[in-house]
């Protein structure tokens, strides 16, 4: 099972209070509701592609609103491989004049209004049923994080993204072929969401993928940094040690000045170290990095000159 679906899952398991039962359906029915007409009867559909989300439909339905429902099973179109379960709220008769029943009245209070979603525990109940009804979450282990919950129109789009932003999560909107999509992409913002609709298991999972993530990525980091050092210290050794072995055939150590003859001959001596360590080793005592840094260029200077004179010493 899927991260996505091991978090939706988690979520229609949550015992929830009345007031937010009804925020959580107003959610679902508006995210994929649809009213339609069959036989003469007008009804709401709410269609899912998961059997736990429709028995939450289903509960929430006889729970919170006391609607009678019905449950019906059909095969996806497409490949028929996935099941589709539609919780169908029947409303009243086209045909026989009587005026629709108690469920049309108890619908029409599940639409986005304010006194739904006045108390916070309602909007996180709100964002719940949303998330249920067209969220996805990537899988904390792939590269990037990613957290979305598709919309039919902009508004809607703007209005959950308003509600979460409530939260500080940092929700945006984007239009994405016929549809608006919420996102987040922040593994921080996302364990903020998850936390706000109540999925604390798929919360502590996400988090400890996320944390032994960015432990490696932070010792991948360290390591590169040394190696980059290793290499960039390796390679001024080794043009060192080609500019002390050019005057020492051409000029003679001896010639040089003693300071300089210390440190061409420490570095003979110690090509693996670095100038803070070669410092350490020299007759004189201990020399600042810097130190040993300005009199190895004064004998790289001696080795250009020497090349420049003696084409033939070109190295």
């Given at each position: 099972m899927s991260f996505a679906a091991e978090t939706k899952k988690e979520l229609t398991q949550i015992k929830s209070k009345p007031c937010c039962q009804l925020a959580e359906l107003s959610a679902l029915a508006r995210m994929n509701g649809t009213l339609r007409i069959a036989g003469g009867r007008r009804?709401?559909?709410?269609?899912?592609?998961?059997?736990?989300?429709?028995?939450?439909?289903?509960?929430?339905?006889?729970?919170?609103?006391?609607?009678?429902?019905?449950?019906?099973?059909?095969?996806?179109?497409?490949?028929?491989?996935?099941?589709?379960?539609?919780?169908?709220?029947?409303?009243?008769?086209?045909?026989?004049?009587?005026?629709?029943?108690?469920?049309?009245?108890r619908l029409k209070e599940l639409a986005m209004h304010?006194?739904?979603?006045?108390?916070?525990?309602?909007?996180?109940?709100?964002?719940?049923?949303?998330?249920?009804?067209?969220?996805?979450?990537?899988?904390?282990?792939?590269?990037?994080?990613?957290?979305?919950?598709?919309?039919?129109?902009?508004?809607?789009?703007?209005?959950?993204?308003?509600?979460?932003?409530?939260?500080?999560?940092?929700?945006?909107?984007?239009?994405?072929?016929?549809?608006?999509?919420?996102?987040?992409?922040?593994?921080e913002r996302i364990t903020a969401f998850l936390n706000v609709i109540g999925a604390h298991q798929a919360l502590l999972h996400f988090e400890d993928v996320r944390i032994v993530k960015d432990m490696r990525n932070s010792v991948n980091r360290l390591v590169n940094c040394e190696t980059a050092n290793l290499n960039k210290t390796i390679q001024a050794s080794m043009k060192q040690l080609a500019n002390i072995r050019l005057i020492q055939e051409v000029v003679g150590l001896e010639n040089l000045p003693p300071k300089l003859r210390e440190v061409a001959e420490a570095r003979l001596a110690h090509p693996d170290l670095s100038l803070t360590e070669l410092g350490q080793h020299l007759p004189g005592g201990a020399m600042s990095k810097s130190g040993v840094n300005h009199r190895l260029r004064k004998i790289d200077e001696i080795a250009d000159r020497i090349r420049q004179n003696c084409p033939d010493h070109m190295v």
């Open positions: 009804m709401l559909d709410i269609q899912t592609e998961n059997a736990a989300i429709a028995r939450r439909i289903y509960t929430l339905l006889k729970q919170s609103c006391r609607m009678q429902a019905e449950v019906v099973v059909r095969k996806k179109a497409q490949l028929k491989k996935n099941n589709v379960y539609i919780v169908r709220i029947p409303i009243s008769r086209e045909n026989d004049g009587t005026q629709p029943n108690r469920n049309w009245q304010p006194h739904l979603i006045r108390k916070n525990c309602c909007k996180r109940a709100f964002l719940r049923g949303a998330f249920l009804a067209g969220g996805s979450v990537n899988s904390p282990e792939r590269n990037s994080y990613h957290l979305e919950i598709s919309c039919f129109s902009e508004q809607l789009c703007r209005q959950l993204s308003d509600l979460a932003n409530q939260f500080d999560v940092n929700a945006k909107c984007i239009e994405r072929k016929n549809n608006y999509v919420l996102y987040m992409k922040e593994g």
